[in-house]
């Protein structure tokens, strides 16, 4: 009886069958597992090297070369160029190797520029200005408003790109923990933000001026006396900007975060969610800081002849030293906010905390240090064999003799632009090289060249997400590992896959939109 009414109570055991993933899921995670089984970047990147040297030389006895016409940066004047494919097993191969180790890691901008941004962010991090302005903007931010609000402050931080991904992106991740999200979601709302749609913007920013600049040298090919100003691209900048922010915070609240779930790692207090007495008093004491700072740069940049205009133009966004040292600016905000807000919370004492905090900050890149140093050389090897440039042209080449209409062709540039992007991801180089083709090309089918460079932004932008030649790609993979230790270069190309399809595909789509319905494309 015993046994039997031990029988009877014990519930029969259920096997519960985990829940289906979706087909979406099921890609994602392979493209997950599979990229984050492939070696450390760093011996990708080595690699990478070893494969771009044997290319060099099979191109070079091949005998490659492209003639195309291009733009001079520093003339403007339309030139023919001729790039022929150079070894790297030559003589002066072997010789560019060798003499060019340390030069090529100078000439990598990325290095310094982080370096430089970590010094004040550091600051503001050791004194805890970061985390006191997260829990505020999660305070006065509605829940549901908050991937939009990051989503848009990065794609309008492109004014100053560097300061998006050193400040925004860690800052997002941190902020979505702070309201119980997954960090990884909101690094990759904002890394979306910040990259993929990397080319447009509500402001004018130094590119804009560049890149019209080549734009209207390409025009005068065929008409001298047509041009395009600044603002070309303006109603379909702010189009873009509205469309890709509901896009992309959509993409993260419906796809990435249900994908990653709950996170399971080490979670604020809630108890510190509240502003103590002294928190307050240091916010008040960094927005003090925040306003001399301003003004300092103001009095250096707004009156006629300020010496941080261009000395020749008076001009304060393009080519000017503001916007050529806007990386130096923002630093030298978040350091002296940083100590405003350590001074007024009591967290820093004197200048050896703040010292201390910059050495911090510098010594925690060092791993990040060395794998720049890998890429670094590989993109300057790869950038000495001219093979990015006969693979645009040949691209080029073919796209032109193919026979397309005008908006197929405009959008098969779009998609020549995206592929070249992941192995070329300069959006100068590559405009002074499209342009005097493409442009010309399409106006003589009559299609504006304000429709051509629109075009040119929408192709250089997604794939900048997923392309490992982002120096910033590394980075990304840095802050991941913070919330996921074993988080790898496979882990960001799955998280960033849906936004790069989805935001590429709507991007298109708009930019048909606007040619069809013959929309004004900017200002005047």
């Given at each position: 009886m015993k046994a039997a009414h031990f029988n009877d109570s014990?519930?029969?055991?259920?096997?519960?069958?985990?829940?289906?993933?979706?087909?979406?899921?099921?890609?994602?995670?392979?493209?997950?597992?599979?990229?984050?089984?492939?070696?450390?970047p760093a011996v990708i990147f080595v690699a990478l090297i070893g494969i771009v040297i044997l290319l060099s030389h099979v191109f070079y006895m091949m005998g490659a070369s492209v003639t195309y016409q291009t733009i001079n940066p520093e003339t403007h004047a339309p030139e023919e160029t001729t790039a022929a494919a150079k070894s790297l097993l030559t003589g002066d191969g072997l010789r560019f190797m060798f003499e060019g180790v340390v030069q090529n890691f100078m000439n990598f901008n990325a290095v310094g520029v982080i370096i430089v941004a970590m010094l004040g962010v550091g600051v503001a991090d050791a004194a805890g200005l970061v985390g006191a302005l997260i829990r505020k903007l999660v305070a006065v931010a509605p829940r549901k408003a908050l991937t939009y609000i990051l989503v848009f402050v990065g794609i309008l931080s492109s004014i100053a790109a560097d300061a998006g991904y050193l400040v925004l992106i860690p800052l997002a991740a941190a902020a979505f923990l702070t309201v119980g999200r997954h960090p990884l979601a909101g690094l990759a709302a904002s890394f979306a933000g910040v990259a993929a749609v990397f080319t447009v913007n509500i402001l004018i920013k130094p590119l804009d001026g560049i890149l019209t600049e080549i734009t209207n040298d390409a025009i005068h090919i065929l008409n001298p006396e047509r041009s395009i100003d600044l603002t070309a691209n303006f109603w379909f900048s702010v189009a873009s900007v509205i469309m890709l922010t509901f896009i992309v915070s959509l993409i993260t609240d419906k796809v990435i975060s249900p994908r990653l779930g709950e996170y399971k790692g080490e979670k604020p207090d809630a108890a510190g969610a509240t502003m103590s007495a002294d928190e307050s008093r240091g916010l008040k004491f960094a927005g003090l800081g925040v306003l001399a700072v301003l003004v300092f740069f103001g009095l250096l940049t707004l009156p006629p002849g300020a010496p941080l205009r261009n000395p020749e133009t008076g001009a304060i966004v393009g080519d000017s030293p503001f916007m050529n040292g806007l990386i130096v600016a923002i630093t030298l905000l978040f350091l002296v906010a940083g100590a405003a807000y350590g001074i007024g919370a009591k967290t820093i004492r004197s200048s050896v905390d703040v010292i201390k905090a910059m050495e911090k900050a510098v010594s925690g890149l060092g791993a990040l240090i060395f794998l720049l140093f890998i890429i670094s050389q590989f993109i300057a090897l790869f950038t000495y064999t001219n093979m990015a440039t006969l693979a645009a042209v040949k691209m080029g080449d073919i796209l032109e003799d193919a026979g397309l209409g005008a908006l197929p062709l405009l959008v098969g540039f779009v998609g020549v632009v995206a592929v070249l992007d992941l192995i070329m991801t300069g959006a100068i180089p590559k405009w002074a090289i499209f342009a005097p083709v493409f442009v010309p090309l399409l106006m003589r089918l009559n299609v504006d060249p304000e429709a051509v460079l629109a075009a040119y932004r929408v192709g250089d932008g997604p794939f900048n997400a997923i392309s490992p030649l982002n120096a910033y790609f590394a980075l990304i993979v840095t802050f991941a590992q913070k919330y996921q230790k074993e988080a790898g270069v496979g882990t960001i190309v799955a998280l960033m896959l849906p936004y790069v399809v989805v935001v590429f595909i709507a991007w298109i789509l708009l930019l048909v939109a606007w040619q069809v319905l013959g929309l004004p494309w900017g200002l005047g």
């Open positions: 014990m519930p029969e055991r259920q096997t519960e069958t985990p829940p289906k993933k979706k087909g979406l899921e099921r890609i994602l995670n392979t493209v997950e597992r599979v990229g984050n089984k492939v070696p450390h």
